[in-house]
Structure formats: structure tokens, C-alpha cells
């Protein structure tokens, strides 16, 4: 499997597929258990909610920690802090300890923080049903808006096809961590449909 310059790839499959392993192999998080991976030095980015926030912590703090480990410059997460905070919706409570959160608002400032960093490749993992139906409204346009700018190449798991079909150049469809088919999405996505519907 490569990715071009630019390119991106959605990879669909059933649960348990490798899906998430596949982009946690990307992203240098584990190793190939065979074959290889060629990175030629570009900078990945795993856009996913569990950004491991401390708990004891602010959201203000948690920002500016997470945004350093995704490789974010202290004066860059400053600049964008009020972006972070507005798109979250966190708005009087970024101050509050992490821990006294809500899941959907631990998610939403997670979603806030991932997709301010600036990969070569973006790595997006099944993030388009976070919080309430205006919020994944929102989070999904922007995400649309960056993947169609072609400023990163971009792999995209996702298990609704539709989503693969309007962001993708071509697409992998894995089962048991094999890869089943790859090549055009349409082609692709109607052999995976044929066989899962």
C-alpha cells in the first residue's frame, strides 16, 4: 500500500478489522509484527479523541500540554487557543479541571486541539460522530473543508461509506488485518457492500 502526496485513502472494514491498528502503525505508535513501513521522514499526525488528558488538570493546561506532545509550538497553541476553545464550546468552563467534564466535552476540546496540528499526513480515526448533531455537524465541515484543500495526504477510517465515497481518492477495505481490496472507492466500496449488506 502507498500514499501520495495529497492523496487520501479511506479504509473501511468491520469492527475488529484493524482499522485502528493499521493507522496506530502509521502514526509509530506500534511496530509491524512483519513487513515493513517507509516513512521518508514525514511528519504524522493521529487525529483521535483519546488524547490522554490529565484528569487533575485544566482544559486551558490540557490544551496547551496536548497541543506540544502533537508537536504544536508553545507561541502556536497561544495563537490558536481561542480558536480551540471557541470550537469546542468550552468556552467558561476551560479553566475547569478535565476531570469534571462530560464525555462529549472531553471529546469536542480532543477533536479542538488534534486538528489544529499540521502533519504531512493526517490520520483521522473514526472522529465524525463526536458530541451532539450540531457539533459533529460542525467538526465533519471542517474536516471536509481540510481533506478537499489537499494541503496533507490523509487516511480515513471510517465504517460509513458515504463519508469514504465524498472524502477519498481510493480506498482499503480490511478484514482480520489483511487487506481485501484496494484501488478506486467506488469499486472498492461496492465489493464491500455486495459482501456486507
Known amino acids: 500500500m502507498e500514499l ?21 502503525l502509521l502514526a509509530g505508535i506500534l511496530a509491524p509484527d512483519q513487513g515493513r513501513l517507509i516513512n521518508h521522514g514525514v511528519r504524522v499526525s493521529l487525529l483521535a479523541l483519546q488524547l ?3 484528569p487533575h488538570l485544566s482544559g486551558r493546561d490540557n490544551v496547551f500540554l496536548s497541543g506540544m ?7 502556536e497553541i497561544a495563537r490558536r487557543f481561542d480558536w480551540i476553545v471557541e470550537f469546542s464550546e468550552l468556552g467558561g468552563r476551560i479553566d475547569d479541571p478535565v476531570h469534571t467534564y462530560s464525555a462529549g466535552m472531553s471529546a469536542r476540546l480532543g477533536f479542538s486541539i488534534a486538528f489544529q496540528a499540521s502533519p504531512d499526513v493526517l490520520l483521522i480515526d473514526e472522529v465524525l460522530g463526536v458530541g451532539d448533531a450540531p457539533f459533529r455537524h460542525k ?10 484543500a489537499r494541503d496533507h495526504s490523509v487516511v480515513l477510517v471510517s465504517h460509513d461509506a458515504q463519508t469514504i465515497r465524498q472524502l477519498c481518492d481510493r480506498a482499503v ?25
Request: aromatic fraction near 4%; hydrophobic fraction near 40%; charge should be positive.
Open 4 to 24: 501520495k502526496a495529497g492523496e487520501s485513502l479511506g479504509v473501511i472494514g468491520r469492527n475488529g478489522a484493524g482499522k485502528s491498528t493499521l493507522l496506530q
Open 52 to 54: 490522554g488528558f490529565l
Open 69 to 75: 506532545l502533537l508537536g504544536l509550538r508553545r507561541r
Open 139 to 148: 467538526s465533519a465541515t471542517a474536516l471536509r473543508e481540510r481533506i478537499l
Open 173 to 197: 477495505w480490511l478484514v482480520k488485518g489483511e487487506t481485501r481490496a484496494i484501488g478506486p472507492v467506488d469499486e472498492v466500496l461496492e465489493r464491500y457492500e455486495a459482501e456486507n449488506h
